[in-house]
């Protein structure tokens, strides 16, 4: 009978173990935005550097104010011209009541004063309107950063008339938070997915750590986390 031959043996026990996926990823700002010019005139100067940072409300652009001042004034002077005529308004009325208690004058003469000082009311509103419309496209006639980041080149020129219709000026990139763009392949997500109905694989908040690496195989410096996930492959 020959002898048995001594072997070693292991014991198998199940257990989780993290899983470490490596993809491609594109790295771009958390907000980029368009600055436009909102008013039509033509364009004095620019107020900052090609490729530098800038802080949210700094001056990027000025367009020429003076139409816009000469529109602002006329407001005013035709807001003070209403105000003149409901200060006569309103002295008609006050007369008309008096008058009314006396029966000196009629109802008619009455609703008519009362008329009068309505729509001279109704004319000081619509003046006042006019000059707050005139300040704002005043005020947009300074170009200023909507938010703070990194600008891009100057699209249009000094000198160039810009409006609502043509009015690109330039762009503006935040890089703080920067956000890293993870392409799947669909095969691998169809994976995790039958994994997962198998309960062969659990998602846990704490693990959505993110470490970004280099072309050249450098890591990052600050760990990222998952934050979305896009409904469509």
């Keep these: 009978k020959p002898e048995a031959t001594a072997v070693k043996t292991l014991t198998l026990t199940r257990r989780s173990v993290p899983i470490a996926i490596q993809y491609p990823g594109r790295a771009e700002g958390s907000k980029e ?7 039509e005139g033509i364009l004095l100067s620019r107020e900052y550097k090609e490729g530098a940072s800038v802080e949210a409300d700094q001056l990027l652009f000025q367009i020429d104010d003076a139409p816009f001042r000469v529109d602002l004034e006329r407001a005013k002077a035709q807001l003070a011209q209403a105000n003149a005529a409901l200060s006569a308004a309103q002295r ?9 208690k006396r029966d000196a004058i009629s109802r008619r003469e009455r ?14 509103q619509l003046q006042k309107a006019e000059v707050k419309s005139a300040q704002i496209d005043l005020d947009y006639t300074q170009v200023k950063a909507p938010i703070s980041g990194i600008t891009s080149r100057e699209e249009v020129s000094e ?13 503006i990139t935040q890089l703080d938070p920067i956000w890293v763009n993870i392409s799947m392949p669909d095969s691998a997500l169809l994976n995790f997915r039958s994994m997962l109905k198998r309960d062969e694989l659990r998602f846990h908040d704490e693990n959505r750590k993110v ?8 890591e990052h410096g600050y760990t990222g986390a998952i934050n979305f996930t896009e409904s469509a492959v």
Excluded at 111 to 120: G, H, I, K, P, V
Excluded at 211 to 218: I, L, P
């Design 159 to 171: 000198g160039s008339l810009v409006g609502p219709s043509n009015s690109l000026l330039t762009r």
């Design 211 to 218: 470490r970004v690496e280099s072309g050249q195989g450098e």
């Design 33 to 39: 935005v368009q600055v436009r010019a909102r008013v």
């Design 92 to 100: 008609r009325w006050d007369r008309a009541s008096e008058l009314i």
């Design 111 to 124: 609703d008519d004063a009362l008329s009068d000082l309505e729509a001279a009311q109704a004319t000081v």
